[in-house]
């Protein structure tokens, strides 16, 4: 079975930067997506990693350790419209149905 | 931009009663899902569909639930008679392969109210 914790609700400045934790078991590994989701809105891609390491993108940045089942996004320079949920999700192994953890609610403060 | 869109964007149905659920995945898409959220919970897989069958399917989807692609165009999800408890967001998604690194491209929901 898979498995997924994440912090349930976050506050950051505006202007600065914040870390989402996410660990996850799965009985086998096929990568790790995060997605964005604003309230009563569809989830949205945000990033994929499947190898070890920091992918960087823009003001987003996820990373991935496979060892440890461990991942976070990190997010920079926050702006208001960056409050929304982050979801943490693993597909199946040899499928593509996607587990997702609950989700982490940041709010963004002035 | 391309995207997935869904009808109605709302429903309210009396407990009991049908619904289907109505979903334009992108075009050159071939795989297509449902997932669904319960209100102030995680989003949860129901199904997936390739090649105009059922691929995967969860403990939810129970006989209550069926798919089907009409036409060239459309992906309903039907529930046959609905319960209180199928109150949700239902989202659908398509993706161009099933490859693990393949983004799926969620619409924008249908609010399912059971009353």
């Known amino acids: 079975g898979q498995n997924i914790d994440q912090p349930t609700e976050m506050t950051a400045t505006e202007g600065a930067i914040v870390q989402i934790n996410c660990t996850y078991q799965?009985?086998?590994?096929?990568?790790l997506f995060w997605y964005q989701q604003h309230a009563g809105e569809a989830p949205t891609f945000l990033s994929y990693?499947?190898?070890?390491g920091l992918e960087e993108k823009g003001r987003f940045s996820s990373f991935l350790s496979r060892s440890k089942g461990y991942s976070y996004l990190l997010l920079k320079e926050l702006q208001m419209k960056d409050s929304a949920s982050y979801l943490c999700?693993?597909?199946?192994?040899?499928?593509?149905?996607?587990?997702f953890g609950k989700g982490t609610k940041l709010s963004v403060i002035p | 931009e391309p995207e997935v869109t869904q009808t109605p964007s709302h429903q309210v149905t009396q407990m009991g009663q049908e619904v289907i659920l109505r979903c334009v995945p992108i075009?050159?898409?071939?795989?297509f899902y449902w997932y669904r959220q319960i209100l102030g919970q995680k989003v949860e897989f129901l199904v997936s569909?390739?090649?105009?069958?059922?691929?995967?399917k969860s403990e939810i989807f129970d006989d209550q639930f069926s798919v089907e692609r009409p036409d060239g165009s459309n992906f309903t999800l039907k529930i046959r008679s609905t319960k209180l408890e199928d109150s949700a967001m239902y989202f659908c998604?398509?993706?161009?392969?099933?490859?693990?690194?393949?983004?799926?491209?969620f619409g924008q929901g249908t609010r399912l109210t059971v009353v």
């Open positions: 998604a398509s993706s161009v392969t099933r490859e693990g690194n393949t983004e799926a491209f």
């Open positions: 799965t009985s086998g590994f096929n990568g």
């Open positions: 990693n499947v190898l070890d």
């Open positions: 999700a693993v597909p199946g192994a040899g499928s593509y149905q996607l587990t």
């Open positions: 075009s050159n898409h071939l795989y």
């Open positions: 569909f390739y090649n105009n069958e059922i691929s995967e």
